[in-house]
């Protein structure tokens, strides 16, 4: 435990308006033969200023507040201004009274094609569908709020989940993959939609448990607060009883597992017997990392 949660002395943080994101972009060309990579570089830059210095939610957040965040573009092809790309989306959060950021949300999209001419004017309209980069871009922006508005509080996230939603309805008649039902069984459209659904509400209120009632009292009570989060880990096996394998579970673990075995690999320990098995039993394809846990 000591190696991830290392307290400290909170201190002031003088006001200034600010947006909700603090995002590093990188769009990453290796795989493309090109002589002129400048192009690459502008969309890296513009991308970047139109993530972070857009208001996605009309709140002020102050410079502490600000989720950070990454997201890495893997250009697969190019040619002139047809891009095919994969694109990797990661965030974390502040865990309170701590100088230790927990990862959050870690999700590699492969459905990412797009066209973008250099120099043009990124601007977003989530009622229309003018660019498939801005609406790809602005979802997760959505999807990011969301999922850490929800560690907060419970069922934080709904507003920012339902302009996803709108985004996702004008983007099905863009004609590109990742918006519809019928592309994939885990996509955008699923994400969103499993996350909205009350079939797997559990999702929200674990993610809920977890961060605040858990991770959020490690400094008060580190026993109390590694029996929250093995009560929240054990909500998955409601889902699984739904939904064996279930994407959200997959969502959940992809972003966790690490953060899960240095939990409860130190003390002072509570019963885990239990807990490696339903991990076993919910996240099977992690086994090898919950051997660690002891």
Known sequence: MNKIFVFFLLFSVPFVNAQELNCVVKVNFDQVTRTNNQIFGTLEKALSDFINKTNWTGKEYKPYERINCSMVINVTSYDVDKFTSTLQVQSSRAVYNSTYSS????????????????FQNLIFNPANFDSNLLSVIAYYCYMIIGIDADTFALNG???????????TSVAQNGGYKGWSQGDSNQNRFHLLNDIMSNTFSVFREAMFQYHLSGLDTMNADIKGAKSKIKSAIESFSKINSIRPNAFLSRIFFDAKSDEIVSIFSGGPNIPIDDLVTNLNRVSPLNAAKWSEIR
């Open 103 to 118: 990862p959050v949300f870690n999700y590699n999209d492969k459905d990412f094609s797009f066209t973008y001419t250099e």
């Open 157 to 167: 996230g709904t507003s920012s989940f339902e302009t996803a939603q709108e985004i």
